[in-house]
C-alpha cells in the first residue's frame, strides 16, 4: 500500500470516526436540551419561529478530537513514526478550549460582549506569540514581508474578525455549518497536498463532525430533532479556520515551502463570512448605530426578503462562496495580480449585495 493510499485511510478514518460520534451524540444534546429548557427563543431579528435546542456546537471539539485520535492511532500503527506537536498546535488546542468555553457559557448563561471580545483576543494573540502570522502579503498593493510591530496586531485582528464573522453569518439552517464543510474540505486537501498529514486530519475531522450536525440543523425538523450549533459551536468553527487560514497562508520556509498563492488561497476561502459582517459592521456605524446591535442586514436576511426560503438562500449562498474560489483561481491561473484580484472581489461583492438590495425594494 503506498503513502498515498494510507493518507486516504487516514482521512477517511478521521472523517468517519467524527461523523459517527456527532450523529450519536447530538440526539442526547437534544433531549438533555429540552429537559433543562436550553433553548434558542424566536425573536423579531431571527428567522425560526419556535423555540429551538441550541448547544449541537458543543460536539464540535470532542468530535474532532475522537476522530483525529482515531487516525493517529492507525497512524502510529503504520509507516509513520515521526509525529511531532508543534507549540503553534498546543496553542491552537489552548486558544480554542477558551474560544469553546466561553461559548458554551455564553448559550446556558449570556456573556457580555466586552467579556467575550476580551477572551477571545486572549485565544487571538497566542498565534503571534507562537510565531504564527500574516507575515507576507504577498506583493498585495505592492507590500511583501511586513515588520513583526504590524504582523503581530494584524493577525490578531483578521482571527477576531473570521471568529465573529462565522459567529454571525450562523442565521438560517445549514448556512454556517455548510460553508464551514467546504471551507474544511478545502484546507484538509491543501494540508494533504504539502504533506502536512496532522492538519489534514484536523480539518476533515472538524468536517466530519459538523456534517453530522448539519444532518439534524437542516433535516431536523422531520423527525422533532432540529437543533442549532449556538455560540459554542459558531465561535469554535471560526477559531480552528482562522487557525488553519493563517498557517496555510504564512511564509515560513521551517515549516512549507514558499507558496505564491498561499495567500490568495486562504483570502478565497474566507472572504464571504468576512466581507458580510464587514460590510454590515460599516453600514450600521454609517446610520448612526453601534456596530455591534444586532439588525437584519447580514446577506442571508437580504436575500430571505427579496422572497427565498431559507433553503433557497442557502443555496445561492454557497454557490456564491464557490463562484467567488473559482473565479480567484481563475485569475490567479491567468496571472492577474492579487490587488487586482481582491479588488474584482470587492466590486462583485458589491454589486451582489446592490441587485440583492434591489430585488429586495421590488418586493
Not at 16 to 37: E, H, Q, R, V, W
Not at 76 to 91: D, E, P, R
Request: charged share 10%.
Amino acid at each position: 500500500m503506498t503513502s498515498s493510499d494510507l493518507q486516504i485511510i487516514y482521512i477517511l478514518i478521521a472523517f468517519c470516526a467524527s461523523l459517527i460520534f456527532t450523529l450519536i451524540g447530538t440526539p442526547f444534546i437534544i433531549y438533555m436540551c429540552k429537559k433543562k429548557g436550553i433553548y434558542d427563543m424566536p425573536d423579531a431579528r431571527k428567522v425560526h419561529k419556535f423555540a429551538i435546542p441550541r448547544l449541537g456546537g458543543t460536539l464540535f471539539m470532542p468530535s474532532m478530537a475522537l476522530g483525529t485520535v482515531a487516525a493517529l492511532t492507525f497512524m502510529y500503527n503504520g509507516i509513520n513514526k515521526s509525529f511531532v506537536i508543534s507549540i503553534s498546535t498546543l496553542a491552537m488546542a489552548a486558544g480554542g478550549l477558551m474560544i469553546y468555553l466561553i461559548g458554551i457559557l455564553d448559550d446556558l448563561k449570556g456573556m457580555k460582549a466586552m467579556h467575550k471580545f476580551i477572551i477571545q483576543s486572549i485565544a487571538a494573540s497566542l498565534f503571534p506569540l507562537c510565531n504564527l502570522m500574516v507575515n507576507d502579503l504577498h506583493g498585495l498593493f505592492g507590500l511583501h514581508v511586513i515588520p513583526i510591530f504590524i504582523a503581530y496586531p494584524l493577525t490578531v485582528f483578521i482571527i477576531l474578525l473570521i471568529v465573529n464573522a462565522m459567529n454571525l453569518i450562523d442565521g438560517i439552517d445549514g448556512l454556517a455549518s455548510g460553508l464551514a464543510i467546504l471551507i474544511l474540505c478545502a484546507f484538509s486537501y491543501l494540508y494533504t497536498s504539502l504533506g502536512s498529514q496532522l492538519f489534514s486530519i484536523l480539518s476533515i475531522s472538524l468536517a466530519g463532525a459538523v456534517l453530522g450536525f448539519f444532518c439534524y440543523n437542516y433535516f431536523g425538523k422531520i423527525n422533532g430533532l432540529k437543533i442549532f450549533m449556538g455560540d459554542s459551536g459558531s465561535l469554535f468553527l471560526g477559531y480552528v479556520i482562522a487557525y488553519l487560514a493563517i498557517k496555510y497562508q504564512m511564509t515560513n520556509w521551517d515549516v512549507f515551502q514558499y507558496r505564491e498563492n498561499s495567500l490568495l488561497i486562504s483570502f478565497s476561502l474566507v472572504m464571504l463570512p468576512c466581507f458580510d459582517v464587514i460590510r454590515v459592521a460599516i453600514g450600521r456605524k454609517l446610520n448612526g448605530k453601534n456596530m455591534f446591535d444586532p439588525d437584519k442586514t447580514h446577506i442571508h436576511h437580504l436575500l430571505l426578503a427579496t422572497g427565498m426560503n431559507m433553503h433557497q438562500a442557502l443555496a445561492v449562498i454557497l454557490c456564491i462562496f464557490l463562484s467567488f474560489c473559482v473565479i480567484n483561481y481563475g485569475l490567479f491561473v491567468f496571472g492577474t495580480h492579487i490587488s487586482l484580484i481582491i479588488l474584482t472581489d470587492i466590486l462583485m461583492y458589491s454589486l451582489l449585495i446592490w441587485f440583492t438590495i434591489s430585488m429586495k425594494e421590488q418586493q
